[in-house]
Nanobody, 123 residues
Framework: VTLVESGGTLVQPGGSLRLSCVASGYRARTYCLGWFRQVSGNEREAIAGVYTNGTTRYSNNVKGRFTISKDNAQNTLYLQIDNLQPEDSGTYYC??????????????????WGRGTQVTVSS
């Protein structure tokens, strides 16, 4: 399974951004796909995941500014982030969890990871 993120860039506070993750080399019906982020000095934290049936699940840490979606035809996962704040700056990762449903957000259980895309929020 290969995951390649893109879309990270420098954004002003209050702006929006959509990150993309192209997945390949996997059977779409057997993996949950999700987004995580790592802010400098902190542990990697979950944002959201989407089941193979399209059901979404958000981490308790997320405050409603994040929207995860998936385009099955394009094998692409998206993360829309609105009202970006400086504390959102960090590396955003796409990941895949075997089993088809997002039963855990514990980082160690996720099977495959992309290399990440950098988001910087600054004026």
């Amino acid at each position: 399974v290969t995951l390649v993120e893109s879309g990270g860039t420098l954004v002003q506070p209050g702006g929006s951004l959509r990150l993309s993750c192209v997945a390949s080399g996997y059977r779409a019906r057997t993996y949950c796909l999700g987004w995580f982020r790592q802010v400098s000095g902190n542990e990697r934290e979950a944002i959201a995941g989407v089941y193979t049936n399209g059901t979404t699940r958000y981490s308790n840490n997320v405050k409603g500014r994040f929207t995860i979606s998936k385009d099955n035809a394009q094998n692409t996962l998206y993360l829309q982030i609105d009202n970006l704040q400086p504390e959102d700056s960090g590396t955003y990762y796409c990941a895949a969890l075997g089993g088809g449903y997002c039963y855990t957000f514990t980082v160690a259980y996720w099977d495959f990871w992309g290399r990440g895309t950098q988001v910087t929020v600054s004026s």
